[in-house]
Nanobody, 127 residues
């Protein structure tokens, strides 16, 4: 059974930083595409960032325009863990953040590409 567990959410002030973690268990995820999505109250879940395996242990990162330059996605395959470093936080970053994993994803920005999901961690940014 594959499990994804997010952590690191909480309350932050605008301009501050938070780091989210997503710990995976059940199998090795080194070749998986891993992604972060978020859902704000009353809104649809949206893509935030993803990191996939391009072969030869090369990874490529994708970002939503709204977070590019502020958020950084990374992964530690030895720990089966993915991270999302969030800097220069804005109130509009307030949402429930989900991590997701895909055995293969041709379109990493699309939710439908992902096979496994975590339960989410809440991030609240105050102005």
């Amino acid at each position: 059974q594959v499990q994804l567990v997010e952590s690191g959410g909480g309350l932050a002030q605008a301009g501050g930083s938070l780091r989210l973690s997503c710990a995976a268990s059940g199998r090795t995820f080194s070749s998986f595409t891993l992604g972060w999505f978020r859902q704000a109250p009353g809104k649809e879940r949206e893509f935030v960032a993803a990191i996939n395996w391009s072969g030869s242990y090369t990874y490529y990162a994708y970002y939503a325009d709204s977070v590019k330059g502020r958020f950084t996605i990374s992964r530690d395959n030895a720990k089966n863990t993915m991270y999302l470093q969030k800097n220069i936080l804005k109130p509009e970053d307030t949402a429930l953040y989900y991590c997701a994993a895909a055995r293969s994803a041709y379109a990493p920005r699309q939710m439908g590409e992902y096979d496994y999901w975590g339960q989410g961690t809440q991030v609240t940014v105050s102005s």
